[in-house]
């Protein structure tokens, strides 16, 4: 089974809306943006090395994912906090 942070991962990275979820677009400060399963997530600006920040948006909860390979990990941590909110 496919994760949220999978989920999300795959639509910012892609920049596509598709069988996962639906992508919301990208600005200067936000990598991109996906909405999945009824919650909406931010990826901070990165670069392949260091640290960034992912957004649940309709909580205002925040993560910092310690590199992009931490993206997901860091988005179903966001979400599980969100679901315990």
Do not use: N
């Amino acid at each position: 089974m496919i994760s949220i942070g999978e989920k999300v991962e795959t639509i910012v990275t892609t920049r596509a809306s598709g069988a996962h979820g639906e992508y919301l677009g990208s600005s200067a400060a936000t990598f991109g943006a996906a909405r999945v399963e009824g919650m909406t997530f931010k990826v901070g600006s990165f670069s392949e090395l260091g640290a960034f920040e992912v957004l649940h948006v309709e909580s205002g909860l925040r993560e910092v994912a310690a590199d992009r390979w931490e993206m997901a990990v860091a988005i179903d941590r966001l979400a599980k906090k969100a679901k315990e909110a």
